[in-house]
């Protein structure tokens, strides 16, 4: 029955009525002989039609077989041809006709059938259940478990897979081209026709895992986007003028000579693109570089069946075959040694079939494996190329060191820290001592009730990305297929109406999903920004790259030399920020400032620091934030927190010792330093600003500091009046307003 309920339902019906009705008026003449002639001829065209829908091959022998059967039991009818000929329109309606005319699988000669059931005789006809087991069609002669077609597999290879789509608009496709993004853990992801305006931001088409690089034009038409994995360096080149669609970055690996990737589209009316790039590929070429470029250039390399470019073309085509971008896109491809390595159709319609995204590379022989994907998400199929990798691996997956909160909770966490029994450290008489002990105690604690685990981190799809959207994806995908064997308009528009489907149902399942998590977290902010944010609201942070340094005119990939590089220039650049401030006059000197300050009452050593108590370090450590990131001692605000029952009192006592000595605890100088990077090359470290993560604890001898300073400059009116920065209650409207009143009063 599954074989009835996939025939279409326009074709069917309408031949099963019009053969019923003609049945019903030549009843009348003959009986038996129209039965059997109709009742052949009805199971035919069904059986032809099915076998157009999906090519079954196993639909194809049962077919054949349940024809003997007829030659076998039924009474001669008249063969198929002088059936069509012998009756007029009233008995074949011309569409049926021309269908049936039309359908010719698997070379069924259906001459040789019909003369050899004429050598036979019919004496009744097959049963309804044998009619009904043969038209279901989907019949496996050896049933059991097969393996089915792995879209995907050309991506389970090693290497650098390069993955290029004109999308046709990303952001309603965004979620499908993540699972994209998922399935074949592509290095550089080439997007044209984005269709993309300032007012989408990045957050809303990111794909976690890939740093996004992106030159728009507008909502209506054109755009490129690129997504390059995160552990790849890489250096954007700027060379193009703004009216070439192109995005080209530089990639480094290691041990390997960096190579350019170029992502480009070429609208239909712009007849300069390919001179305008020529003259800036003068620059990627003089180093013999690599090249790989991907993108829809809008010119098909096949004519007249052929393929103008590809591996090992001598490009010796007359001039009549090709138009002038074509010969235009020729010369720069012999230019620079460039080979089309795409051979098959990347766009299909009913009425034609073009290859206009190429892949164009000077490097063939570093070429694994290349070729078309049969993907239904645009108008064109998806492209892809996978650059050899010898001595180089990369895991897609990332390994990452995180705390199991599973039988945490505070209750057993403070009960840990009183079996842990912190001694009275302001016996001490080593500040760096105390301050190791407790924290080697503290720790210890976390260790038991929150013990640090390794985990890998996968690239999820989105929750409503679930089994009816893929399922749905891979009918559509089948529906291309067969659109490509056919190019019939019934397939296409069943094609169509299959993409139409795949869209609203990725737009209902994610709105449904949407609505019901923020009638989930009503009053409850922190989890309502959460999903908002997943939405593509603006983040605060944009994903890094892997970093790669140049120094002395080598690359550096290694971590560790790395860190090197960046603390040599972050611990320079005061002493060079100060070589070339100018020298400060002497007039502000010791006496001078003691002279100013006399009247005042304010004498040498007259300021001491206090001891502090546990209420104050109680209260400082209730205001910590909990999401702050750790310091190197890798104790988070939430254990500090948590903890504050027991450990303020010894938090106390090493900040009275640390008073008493006169002595910063060393661990509390020790941050870790994380380079941000700013604009320019990602290889120079003067474009990346250092970010220090202090250990938490040790902003807590800050503020007892700092308090008492600032209430000691406070109360003996030291500072001046006016002075608006590192102030309460002061800032730079402040400053402003004074100024604009002092001006104002200079008019008058």
């Given at each position: ?199 989408i931001f990045d957050p809303e088409i990111t794909i976690e895992g890939y740093i996004l690089l992106r030159k728009d034009r507008n909502r209506h038409g054109g755009g490129v986007a690129c997504y390059i994995r995160n552990d790849i360096c890489f250096n954007i080149i700027n060379i193009f003028p703004v009216e070439i669609e192109g995005i080209l970055v530089h990639i480094l690996l290691p041990k390997t000579k960096p190579f350019v990737v170029g992502i480009f589209y070429r609208p239909p009316n712009q ?122 691996k990369f895991n897609f997956h990332k390994q990452i060191k995180c705390r199991s909160f599973k039988k945490y909770t505070p209750k057993n966490f403070v009960k840990e820290l009183k079996s842990s029994n912190f001694p009275n450290y302001e016996s001490y008489n080593d500040v760096n001592d105390a301050y190791t002990n407790f924290i080697s105690l503290l720790s210890a604690a976390i260790n038991k009730v929150a013990p640090l685990r390794e985990i890998r981190i996968k690239n999820r799809t989105h929750d ?55 009638k989930d977290n009503v009053g409850k902010p922190k989890e309502l920004w959460k999903v908002l944010k997943s939405l593509g609201l603006p983040k605060k942070c944009t994903p890094i790259s892997n970093i790669c340094l140049k120094s002395e005119g080598k690359h550096s990939y290694s971590a560790e030399e790395n860190a090197e590089l960046f603390k040599n220039y972050f611990s320079e650049l005061a002493n060079n920020l100060l070589l070339k401030l100018p020298q400060a006059p002497n007039i502000f000197g ?159």
């Amino acid at each position: 029955m599954a074989g009835i309920e996939n025939f279409d339902e326009k074709y069917s019906i309408h031949t099963i009525n019009m053969f019923s009705k003609k049945y019903q008026d030549f009843k009348k003449v003959d009986e038996t002989k129209y039965f059997n002639s109709l009742l052949f001829l009805t199971i035919l065209f069904l059986f032809k039609l099915k076998l157009y829908l999906d090519k079954n091959r196993i639909t194809y022998l049962i077919f054949v077989g349940f024809l003997k059967i007829l030659t076998s039991h039924w009474r001669p009818v008249d063969s198929y041809y002088e059936l069509k000929y012998s009756f007029n329109d009233e008995f074949f309606s011309l569409e049926i006709l021309q269908v049936m005319d039309r359908i010719t699988l698997f070379e069924i000669e259906f001459d040789t059938v019909i003369y050899s059931m004429q050598a036979k005789k019919f004496v009744h006809q097959p049963p309804l259940s044998l009619l009904i087991l043969i038209l279901s069609g989907d019949i496996e002669l050896n049933p059991g478990p097969t393996q089915a077609f792995n879209l995907w597999s050309p991506f389970a290879n090693k290497g650098l897979h390069f993955l290029h789509l004109n999308i046709n608009s990303i952001l309603p496709k965004i979620d499908e081209l993540r699972q994209v993004a998922r399935n074949t853990n592509a290095a550089i992801i080439g997007i044209t026709e984005s269709k993309l305006d300032p007012t989408i931001f990045d957050p809303e088409i990111t794909i976690e895992g890939y740093i996004l690089l992106r030159k728009d034009r507008n909502r209506h038409g054109g755009g490129v986007a690129c997504y390059i994995r995160n552990d790849i360096c890489f250096n954007i080149i700027n060379i193009f003028p703004v009216e070439i669609e192109g995005i080209l970055v530089h990639i480094l690996l290691p041990k390997t000579k960096p190579f350019v990737v170029g992502i480009f589209y070429r609208p239909p009316n712009q007849n300069n693109f390919f001179e305008v790039i020529s003259q800036e590929f003068n620059q990627l070429c003089t180093d013999n570089k690599e090249l790989y470029i991907l993108g829809d250039f809008n010119v098909n390399s096949v004519v007249n069946g052929k393929s103008i470019l590809g591996k090992n073309k001598n490009f010796d085509f007359p001039s009549s075959s090709i138009s002038t971008i074509g010969k235009q896109y020729n010369e720069l491809c012999v230019m620079y040694s460039l080979s089309q390595i795409i051979e098959s159709p990347t766009r299909i319609t009913s009425n034609s079939s073009s290859l206009i995204d190429h892949v164009l590379t000077n490097s063939c022989e570093k070429i694994t494996n290349s070729g078309v994907i049969d993907l239904a998400l645009s108008d064109h199929h998806l492209i892809f190329c996978t650059r050899k990798l010898v001595r180089q691996k990369f895991n897609f997956h990332k390994q990452i060191k995180c705390r199991s909160f599973k039988k945490y909770t505070p209750k057993n966490f403070v009960k840990e820290l009183k079996s842990s029994n912190f001694p009275n450290y302001e016996s001490y008489n080593d500040v760096n001592d105390a301050y190791t002990n407790f924290i080697s105690l503290l720790s210890a604690a976390i260790n038991k009730v929150a013990p640090l685990r390794e985990i890998r981190i996968k690239n999820r799809t989105h929750d409503w990305f679930d089994l009816d959207i893929s399922n749905a994806i891979k009918a559509r995908n089948e529906k291309l297929k067969t659109f490509e064997r056919t190019r019939e308009i019934l397939d296409e528009e069943n094609l169509k109406r299959s993409k139409t489907e795949v869209q609203n149902l990725i737009k209902n399942k994610k709105k449904v999903f949407i609505e019901n998590k923020l009638k989930d977290n009503v009053g409850k902010p922190k989890e309502l920004w959460k999903v908002l944010k997943s939405l593509g609201l603006p983040k605060k942070c944009t994903p890094i790259s892997n970093i790669c340094l140049k120094s002395e005119g080598k690359h550096s990939y290694s971590a560790e030399e790395n860190a090197e590089l960046f603390k040599n220039y972050f611990s320079e650049l005061a002493n060079n920020l100060l070589l070339k401030l100018p020298q400060a006059p002497n007039i502000f000197g010791s006496s001078s400032t003691s002279l100013y300050y006399r009247p005042y009452n304010i004498l040498p050593n007259k300021f001491n620091f206090t001891k502090t108590n546990v209420t104050i370090v109680t209260n400082i450590l209730k205001n910590i934030d909990p999401s702050k990131a750790a310091g190197i001692d890798n104790i988070g605000g939430k254990f500090i927190k948590d903890g504050i029952p027991v450990i303020a009192l010894p938090i106390a006592q090493i900040c009275n010792l640390s008073i008493k000595l006169s002595s910063f605890p060393d661990a509390c100088k020790m941050a870790k330093v994380k380079p941000i990077f700013k604009k320019g090359s990602k290889t120079d470290p003067k474009n990346y600003r250092p970010i220090s993560l202090l250990p938490l604890i040790s902003k807590v001898f800050e503020k007892i500091i700092h308090d008492q300073t600032q209430n000691y400059l406070a109360e003996n009116r030291i500072l001046y009046d006016y002075q608006s920065g590192f102030r309460t209650n002061h800032s730079t409207d402040f400053a402003l307003s004074f100024l604009n009143d002092k001006i104002l009063k200079g008019f008058d």
